[in-house]
């Protein structure tokens, strides 16, 4: 069964850093792209990054652009989203999700989730 479990979420500053990790298991993770997504209390799950199987294409939501960043270690079996200049409204829970085919990485089907991860960023 395939597992994604993230880590690195908690309580920052506003205008602070935090890096999310997720590591997957049972996945033949260097053929998947991989995608981050959150949901903050009362609001729709929303996409705010992915990154292709090797890196070279990354993607992301217009309101992070500029401060997070993802990336990808295929060896390690993981998938990063460091987070800067957090602001509070970046304040949700952040899930990792895995998909095959780079087509449709924003709205499209992701094929497995991890639990997520609460990122709470105070003013």
């Known amino acids: 069964q395939v597992q994604l479990v993230e880590s690195g979420g908690g309580l920052v500053q506003a205008g602070g850093s935090l890096r999310l990790s997720c590591v997957a298991s049972r996945l033949t993770f260097s053929r998947y792209v991989m995608g981050w997504f959150r949901q903050a209390p009362g609001k729709d799950r929303e996409f705010v990054s992915a990154?292709?199987?090797?890196?070279?294409?990354?993607y992301y939501t217009d309101s992070v652009k500029g401060r997070f960043t993802i990336s990808r270690d295929n060896a390690k079996n993981a998938v990063y989203l460091t987070m800067n200049s957090l602001k509070p409204e970046d304040t949700a829970v952040y899930y990792c999700a895995a998909r095959e085919g780079e087509s449709g990485v924003v709205t499209g089907k992701y094929d497995y989730w991890g639990q997520g991860s609460q990122v709470t960023v105070s003013s």
């Open positions: 990154i292709n199987w090797n890196g070279d294409n990354t």
